[in-house]
């Protein structure tokens, strides 16, 4: 079984940390992150839509609801686990 909170919080934490890892990236190296964000869409360049300078309180933002949907999907995400558990078994 998960813990629910427990889950969620470490999901949470992975999320906004790789955020501001690939923020920061972005900010050192920004030809290097446009080739690996474009990779990541097998060289299609998405990186064009991406705003050419963000502001603090758009950073703030995104980092806000990244950490309040990573928080609610692991909470689901580990409730729904326990649930199957429960349903199909130790096996499952």
């Known amino acids: 079984m998960l813990h629910r909170v427990a889950f969620a919080t470490s999901l949470t934490i992975l999320s906004a940390g790789l955020y501001l890892l690939f923020y920061i990236f972005a900010v050192i190296a920004p030809q290097a992150f ?3 964000f474009n990779a990541q869409f097998l060289g299609a360049d998405v990186a064009s839509l991406l705003p ?9 933002g995104t980092l806000i609801a ?3 949907s990573a928080w609610l999907i692991g909470y689901v ?3 729904l686990y326990n649930w199957l558990r429960t349903v199909f078994g130790p096996s499952f």
């Open 34 to 36: 446009r080739f690996v």
């Open 66 to 68: 990244l950490a309040v």
């Open 52 to 60: 050419r300078q963000l502001s603090y309180g758009g950073f703030l």
């Open 77 to 79: 995400w580990a409730w």
